[in-house]
């Protein structure tokens, strides 16, 4: 089963590139990578999936090495308003073969004015 | 689209009664999932349904969880008797999802449940 880790906490200032990176050593040869991000009292909302090198939208990008052992969130010039706990999800495939997402943690990012 | 619609929004009821939680998924997702978030916890799977069909309900804490999915467009968590360790948000999410191994398109969340057992 991929299981993923981040870093529990991150802060950072208004302005700054914030890149939050997951490890996912036991990825499955066709799962994909996932962020959502998270705000008090909402559910948490999709942000970007990719598999491989890099994917970029409106919000972010999403770096992925050639292994897919790790992939990295990078936020650019994040606000005070980007305050929220980021998850990375593989899609976590069991015998039976049918798709389900397991939340770990999460990353708590802080902005900071 | 009005997106996934979970009602109701906020329930405090008393230990021992029946709690039933509802969820209209989005049009057309062939996915539904029941999480569950408490502070110790964080998310769980409590259960997903594809095309109304339960594939896995290996989240459900106890036999005292319950769900049930009639019909595309509806779905509901019933927990009875319920009890204070019950407390917690329940999120409702649909997806559109891919063949297995595949991209999934991402779920969309509703907004939430927030359930307090006094």
């Known amino acids: 089963l991929a299981k993923t880790t981040q870093p529990i906490s991150m802060d950072s200032y208004e302005g700054q590139e914030v890149n939050i990176t997951c490890s996912h050593n036991n990825i499955a040869t066709n799962d994909y990578i996932t962020w959502y991000q998270q705000f008090p009292s909402q559910g948490p909302r999709f942000i970007i999936q990719?598999?491989?090198t890099k994917v970029t939208n409106e919000v972010a990008s999403l770096f992925i090495p050639a292994d897919r052992k790790s992939s990295t969130l990078s936020l650019p010039r994040v606000s005070l308003s980007d305050t929220a706990v980021y998850y990375c999800l593989v899609g976590d495939i069991p015998p039976s073969g049918t798709y389900k997402y397991i939340f770990g943690t999460g990353t708590r990012l802080k902005v900071l004015a | 689209d009005a997106g996934v619609i979970q009602s109701p929004r906020h329930e405090v009821t008393e230990m021992g009664q029946e709690v039933t939680l509802r969820c209209k998924p989005i049009?057309?997702?062939?996915?539904l999932f029941w999480y569950r978030q408490t502070m110790m916890r964080g998310l769980e799977l409590l259960i997903y349904?594809?095309?109304?069909?339960?594939?896995?309900d290996s989240g459900m804490p106890e036999d005292r969880f319950s769900a049930k999915m009639p019909n595309a467009s509806f779905s509901t968590l019933k927990i009875q008797p319920s009890e204070p360790r019950d407390s917690a948000v329940y999120f409702c999410?649909?997806?559109?999802?891919?063949?297995?191994?595949?991209?999934?398109?991402?779920?969309?969340f509703g907004s939430g449940t927030r359930l307090t057992v006094v």
């Open positions: 049009s057309g997702h062939d996915y």
């Open positions: 990719g598999y491989k």
């Open positions: 999410a649909s997806s559109l999802a891919g063949a297995v191994g595949l991209a999934n398109y991402g779920y969309t």
């Open positions: 349904f594809n095309n109304n069909v339960p594939i896995d």
